[in-house]
C-alpha cells in the first residue's frame, strides 16, 4: 500500500492551508454562494461547540490551567 500521509491538502503547513481556505471564502462571497450565519445560527453553533469541547474534560483542565498561568504572569488575582 502507498504511503498517502504526504499529499493534499492536509499534508500542507497551516499557514498554507489556512491561505487555500481563504481565497475560496473570498470567491464564494464574491459569487454570492456562501453562507452568511444569522445571530441565531452563530449562537446555535457556538453552542454546540461549547457543549462538544467540554465533555473533553483533559481538554477543559488543560485550558483552565493555561488560564491560571496567564492570569498569575499579568499579576492577577
Known amino acids: 500500500m502507498t504511503d498517502k500521509s504526504k499529499r493534499g491538502f492536509a499534508s500542507m503547513d497551516e499557514d498554507k492551508q489556512r491561505e487555500i481556505a ?31 469541547v467540554s465533555q473533553d474534560r483533559e481538554h ?4 483552565g490551567r493555561e488560564g491560571g498561568k496567564s492570569s498569575r504572569k499579568k499579576g492577577n488575582k
Not at 481563504?22 to 454562494?33: D, Y
Open 22 to 52: 481563504s481565497q475560496g471564502g473570498k470567491a464564494a462571497h464574491e459569487q454570492g454562494t456562501a453562507h452568511e450565519f444569522t445571530s441565531e445560527e452563530a449562537k446555535e453553533a457556538g453552542r454546540k461547540g461549547g457543549e462538544t
Open 60 to 63: 477543559m483542565s488543560d485550558i
